[in-house]
Nanobody, 118 residues
Framework: QVQLVESGGGLAQPGGSLRLSCAAS????????MGWYRQAPGKQRELVAT???????NYADSVKGRFTISANNAKATVDLQMNSLKSEDTAVYYC????????????WGQGIRVTVSS
């Protein structure tokens, strides 16, 4: 059974930093895309950043230059370093892992809250 467990959320001041971590069990990071998504109150879930098991990254325009996604394939972990935080980064952040070869599958963590406020 695949489980994704997020950690590292909480409260940060504008301009501050937080680091989110996601530990996966029951799945290998091979032919996978790992990512972070977020959902703010009253809004749809949106992509924040993804990284493939080959190391290719992709970022939402709103976080480029401020957030960095990284992954450790051997440990099956994916992290999101968030710097220069803004109030609009406040949301529940979800870890996601997608296997892109047969059997194609998609997994979500339970979500972790990030609040940016002074």
């Amino acid at each position: 059974q695949v489980q994704l467990v997020e950690s590292g959320g909480g409260l940060a001041q504008p301009g501050g930093s937080l680091r989110l971590s996601c530990a996966a069990s029951g799945i290998r990071f091979s032919a996978t895309v790992m990512g972070w998504y977020r959902q703010a109150p009253g809004k749809q879930r949106e992509l924040v950043a993804t990284i493939t098991s080959g190391g290719t990254t992709n970022y939402a325009d709103s976080v480029k230059g401020r957030f960095t996604i990284s992954a450790n394939n051997a440990k099956a972990t994916v992290d999101l370093q968030m710097n220069s935080l803004k109030s609009e980064d406040t949301a529940v952040y979800y870890c996601n892992v997608r296997r892109i070869v047969t059997p194609v599958s998609n997994y979500w963590g339970q979500g972790i809250r990030v609040t940016v406020s002074s």
